[in-house]
């Protein structure tokens, strides 16, 4: 079975700093990837994906994410921080079977933008 | 353009009370999901749904029903509530099997007492 390991609950980063959150995967097959942004109160919004290809992949709200498959990880980044990023991260992975592709996640990221 | 709608957004039971959670999309989706979220715990699925009249068990299945007479709706009941079922419950649905990426409903927070 798979599963996703996000291993910083909290972090917390200066506005307009960078930003790297975590996130590694355990999964037999080449996986499907995704990053998921939940703001308080509210559902989960897709940032990204990757499902083969390049494996630098670009999402909404400027955030990038690289695939590296001897590492297993899918490490989600941003250049500059924004105040409104500040949110709970969610990585998840995808794993097709012969009913649809269920996503496993991992256990989020809380994200906090000090000013 | 409305998305995944679930209802209600918030609920309080007690204990051994049936209830159902209503999720419906405008997107004419075939996947769709039920997860449940958990602090430190990330979502869970619960069942999920290949289209009409399919229905499957995921994770964490136990005390909950689903089914899916239409392609919109996909309810998810509670047969009988128990504490443990304190969370907060998410609908998500899928154009296809992979692909597409979920798109998740604004959540229903349940509390039972």
């Known amino acids: 079975a798979q599963s996703v390991t996000q291993p910083d609950i909290h972090i917390t980063v200066s506005e307009g700093a960078s930003l790297e959150l975590r996130c590694n995967y355990s999964y037999g097959a080449t996986p499907y990837l995704f990053w998921y942004v939940q703001s308080p109160g509210q559902g989960l919004q897709l940032l990204l994906k990757?499902?083969?290809?390049?494996?630098l992949v670009q999402g909404i709200k400027g955030f990038e994410a690289e695939f590296k498959r001897s590492q297993s990880s899918f490490n989600l980044r941003k250049p500059s921080v924004h105040w409104s990023d500040a949110a709970e991260y969610f990585c998840a992975v995808g794993a097709l079977n012969n009913a649809g592709n269920m996503l496993t996640f991992g256990g989020g990221t809380r994200l906090m933008v000090k000013p | 353009n409305a998305g995944v709608t679930q209802t209600p957004k918030f609920q309080v039971l007690k204990t051994g009370q049936s209830m159902t959670l209503q999720c419906a999309q405008d997107?004419?989706?075939?996947?769709m999901s039920w997860y449940r979220q958990d602090p430190g715990m990330g979502l869970r699925l619960i069942h999920y749904s290949v289209g009409a009249g399919i229905t499957d068990q995921g994770e964490v299945p136990n005390g909950y029903n689903v089914s899916r007479s239409t392609t919109e709706d996909f309810p998810l009941r509670l047969l009988s509530a128990a504490p443990s079922q304190t969370s907060v419950y998410f609908c998500?649905?899928?154009?296809?099997?992979?692909?597409?990426?979920?798109?998740f409903g604004s959540g229903t927070r349940l509390t039972v007492v």
């Open positions: 998500a649905s899928s154009p296809d099997r992979a692909r597409g990426g979920y798109t």
């Open positions: 990757y499902f083969s290809g390049d494996t």
């Open positions: 997107m004419n989706h075939e996947y």
